[in-house]
């Protein structure tokens, strides 16, 4: 099967894309998909921890299966604004 990774901010950045299609069999799940970003981008395991995951648009665990064709967004700590 096939999913559509997105990737925001210092994520992006360290793959160099904003999207990638990722193949994984049948069964996979957002750890699984995961760990085979990790292989290909090492230097975004360093930020493993704080990764929060969306597919198609939902919050997800690293626990929730995947189906052919999802959208699976990989979004950082995100930082900034002001104080008041």
Not at 35 to 58: D, S, T
């Amino acid at each position: 099967m096939q999913v559509r990774v997105k990737l925001f901010a210092a994520a992006r950045e360290i793959v160099g894309h904003g999207e990638v299609a990722i193949e994984l069999k049948e069964g996979s799940t957002v750890g699984d998909l995961m760990e085979g970003i990790f292989g290909r981008y090492p230097a975004l395991k360093e930020m493993a921890g704080a990764l929060v995951f969306a597919v198609n648009r939902e919050l997800a665990e690293r626990s929730m299966d995947l189906q052919d064709g999802d959208e699976v967004g990989v979004i950082p700590p995100v930082s900034g604004g002001t104080d008041v």
